[in-house]
């Protein structure tokens, strides 16, 4: 059990794919066997795809009544054994919502993708945004943690799903591939390799699969038709699963321990990535997603130009890569945050440093580029010593 | 041969947190006869419930894999459930509020894909567990925390809505009607395809204190005197039933 | 006294005093306890075990699953 290498199902070489079909074969690849979904742009071809790959690997699809439905199904699929994904956006992912924290509450593993586009409400249902960044964080009641992952690219979207399984499976919580239209919808190549590294669950017949002795550690999770007699519930209980809705201790204990497994091994989760910061420059660019990719290119340019700027890509939304943040934002004079929402990561960062950090939101359903970052940059942040 | 039954039970957790004369602890004890009589090893079932007294049926009394969910969702986890492992025997015990009313669009296509779970609603005709308010099954003209004037809305014919989507066993028992209610229970879980057993069950609590004064007992009849078989309705004009409910098998199909 | 068709136990611990099944008898074989238990209500007791049936309605209407009913050897 734990991690192993494992024979991919797809061949090896290279693809010219779609994000959202990577997306479908990074799951397969990690062996998800379930999915369950309901249709919505930009993320129905996820779902697509998955049918079309299923067929290979019996896979079991259905395509349910409602998003609702769909993570329900996935929750009963993964206590009988399944690695199941569900993809949705927006509106789908809102509708999920109470689900969601009983997923966090009972440990199951799941990963939904979501294919991010302009919202509130249907707002522009072809169009590429962000504005979900912390509703997979706090959309749900109560206190909880879940892993958030951000591609950039058609091949990180296909790597990621795969961690986002294995993720999901190591913690016993759900994972979402927060991406966006952008990526959903872009066509690359994608190298898919001959090995696999996958985690596979641990099942520890008789153990307590809602506690274990490490502080904040993770249990194993047995599965249903085992004959272990499994008391799954989205109230408090105790290690055993027995609703214990009235005593204070067993709740603070619980809750503790499910947001400290994930808080506490954040370093093992938090991945992200950097460009031109060895030299301590004076604009840090913070960015994710497909506007990392317009990040990038402002950089290289204002580089060019003779301005020091780097860029520090977030790949992990949650748990926040507060420590790297922290650390690179530490010689720069200016932090500035591109994102296609009004703002939302950048009140994350500004939590974090002690200073003001500046803001570069865009939602008009269009991704951003490269010239908005490079002229605002050139305008407005300080770039001479 | 109750005590036959604690094989079946966490006999840890007993008494239920039922209220003194519920219905639900009447059923409770007809679907584990059920299982009982038809030998069924609890060890290849999973009990799926929702939020609610009803729910409280399985989870945690059964010793058996028991998956307690979100208010009016357990059909869709047990969707999943059952499509992933079909060797697992599913069965969904809650409410009538839980499956009919904030569940009801989980329950019209669960009948629609004819999948094979066996649904039993335990319809109190009110919501228990919050104490007392109005249900999409409760009886024209009875009072409840929300309708002190008495309902004005027509409840809905559970057994008719699950015919109509495509269910392919149907039954409507009061937990008066013990004996077919045990035969009806056996048939639904051999049955392979959706069966949904509607089981009239009293809650003296929030639905007889507000309506009958009177016992559980006294519950149990005008129950009994409310109920009319199949067969019976047949006969009857449609002004005769009005108040009436029908019991008995719809479709066995 | 005619021989014994059936004996009845009742798990006390279990029994929430709903007297379903001492109304549900149709030969009065059950009946109350004259003192009041430390829950609140008259125990159910047997009253008359040699005029039980062996019907378990009893046992099948205990919302408690409380009751056990045997036939008796003969
Ligand atoms: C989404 C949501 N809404 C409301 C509730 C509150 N709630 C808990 S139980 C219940 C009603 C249960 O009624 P029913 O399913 O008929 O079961 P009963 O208690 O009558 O057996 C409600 C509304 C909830 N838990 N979740
Ligand atoms: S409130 Fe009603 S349904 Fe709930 S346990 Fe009490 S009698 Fe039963
Ligand atoms: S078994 Fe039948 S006759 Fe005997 S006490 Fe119970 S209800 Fe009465
Ligand atoms: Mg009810």
New interface residues.
Partial sequence: MGYRKIRGVTPPGQYFLQGDEACAEGAVAAGC??F?GYPITPASEVMEHIVRRFKDCDG?F?Q???E??SI???????????K?MTSTSGPGLSLMM??IG?AAMTETPLVIVDIQRAGPSTGQATRPGSGDMLQVKYGSHGDYEIIALSPWSVQEIYDMTIRAFNLAERFRVPVFVLSDEGVGHLRENVTVEQEVTVFERDKAPGQPPFHTDEPGGVPPMPC??D?????????THDPF???KTQVSEVHERLVSRLVGKIRNRADEIVDTDSYFLDDGPDVLLVAYGITARAALSAAKVLRDEGQKVGLLRLRTIWPFPERVVVESAQKCKEVVVPELNQGQICREIERLLDRDVISLPQTNGETMKPTKIIEFVRERAVTQP | ??????KY?RTE????P?????????L???I??AIDELGYD???M?F?SGIGCGAWIP??HF????????HG?PV??????????P??KVVVISGDGDIASIGG??L??AARRDIDLTIICANNGIYGMTGGQVAASTPLGMRTSTTPDGNRERPFDLCKLVEAAGGTYVSRYS??Q??PL?RSIQRGLEHTGLSFIEVLSPC?TQFGRRNVSG???EM?QTLKEDCVSRQKAETMGSEELKYKIVTGEFVTS | MRSLVAHI?I?Q????????CV??CSRGVLGYATDVSDKG?RPIIVEKIEDCTGC??C????????????KVEK
């Fill in positions: 066997r379930f369950a079991v259905v349910m009544e409602d609702i439905g329900a199904a996935m929750i009963g699929a993964s206590w009988a054994g399944a199941p109470e689900n009983y249903f038709g004959g272990e007699k499994l008391l799954v519930t989205g109230s699963g027995y609703r | 041969m109750s005590k036959h039954l604690y039970l957790v007993f008494p239920t039922f209220c003194s004369g519920c219905g639900h602890g009447i409770m004890g007809a584990l006869r609890m060890d290849g999973l799926v989870s945690p010793a058996a894999d028991t998956l307690h969910v979100t969702r869709a986890f047990a969707t999943g459930a059952k499509l992933f492992k060797s697992l669009n989980h019209i296509h937990v008066h013990v004996k045990i003296p016992t559980a007992f149990l | 136990e798990n611990a279990w029994c929430k005093g709903c007297q379903i109304e549900i209500f378990i309605m046992e099948l209407m205990c919302p408690d699953l409380a009751i056990t009913v045997e």
